[in-house]
């Protein structure tokens, strides 16, 4: 019996090693939402981190997390620094890295807590026939065990994405 729970267990943990090499070892996560808005009215509630505290699905869920935003809105170097509840929203910083006015733009996301990483957040804005659409992506690399992590970041990220984009709807509508 103790023969057959060690060869189960040896099995188990040789999976555990080896199923990471065929996972992917990075992720994207994108969603996109459709406003009837100018394209540079979202860019300006986007791009501006006094107004993403103002819709942020973080934020929503941790109103206790402090929050210092430093630079010029719309400028490489722009600040966005919370801390919060570690089971709630951790922390860490966005900072922005490019600007394409009034159509991307590109930070780094980095994360202290609860766990340390590091993304790409970029956001990006085109004029539709109706408005404008708004693409929101982040992405990053995976270490080897979070290879198994990376095979539940579209539903985790993917919803924050989709309630996030739903409260900047609400919000445009009062604009």
Same mark, same amino acid.
């Given at each position: 019996? $103790?023969?057959?729970?060690?060869?189960?267990?040896?099995?188990?943990?040789?999976?555990?090693?080896?199923?990471?090499?065929?996972?992917?070892?990075? =992720?994207?996560?994108?969603?996109?939402?459709?406003?009837? &808005?100018?394209?540079? $009215?979202? =860019?300006? $509630?986007?791009?501006?981190?006094?107004?993403?505290?103002?819709?942020?699905?973080? &934020?929503?869920?941790?109103?206790?997390?402090?929050?210092?935003?430093?630079?010029?809105?719309?400028?490489?170097? =722009?600040?966005?620094?919370?801390?919060?509840?570690?089971?709630?929203?951790?922390?860490?910083?966005?900072?922005?890295?490019?600007?394409?006015?009034?159509?991307?733009?590109?930070?780094?996301?980095?994360?202290?807590?609860?766990? &340390?990483?590091?993304?790409?957040?970029?956001?990006?804005?085109?004029?539709?026939?109706?408005?404008?659409?708004?693409?929101?992506?982040?992405?990053?690399?995976?270490?080897?065990?979070?290879? =198994?992590?990376?095979?539940?970041?579209?539903?985790? $990220?993917?919803?924050?994405?989709?309630?996030?984009?739903?409260?900047?709807?609400?919000?445009?509508?009062?604009?």
């Amino acid at each position: 019996m $103790l023969k057959k729970l060690g060869l189960f267990f040896a099995i188990l943990i040789a999976v555990l090693m080896i199923v990471p090499l065929f996972l992917p070892s990075d =992720y994207s996560v994108m969603r996109s939402k459709d406003f009837v &808005q100018s394209d540079s $009215l979202i =860019y300006s $509630l986007v791009g501006d981190f006094n107004e993403f505290v103002k819709w942020s699905p973080w &934020q929503e869920r941790d109103p206790g997390a402090t929050v210092t935003i430093t630079g010029v809105p719309f400028t490489v170097g =722009y600040k966005y620094e919370w801390k919060g509840d570690p089971d709630l929203s951790g922390s860490g910083y966005m900072e922005v890295t490019s600007i394409d006015p009034g159509k991307k733009i590109t930070m780094n996301l980095v994360f202290n807590e609860p766990m &340390q990483s590091t993304a790409l957040n970029v956001w990006e804005f085109e004029k539709t026939p109706d408005g404008s659409r708004m693409f929101w992506t982040t992405s990053g690399e995976l270490d080897y065990f979070g290879r =198994y992590f990376g095979l539940m970041m579209d539903g985790m $990220l993917g919803a924050d994405f989709e309630h996030g984009l739903s409260n900047l709807k609400k919000y445009a509508e009062t604009k």
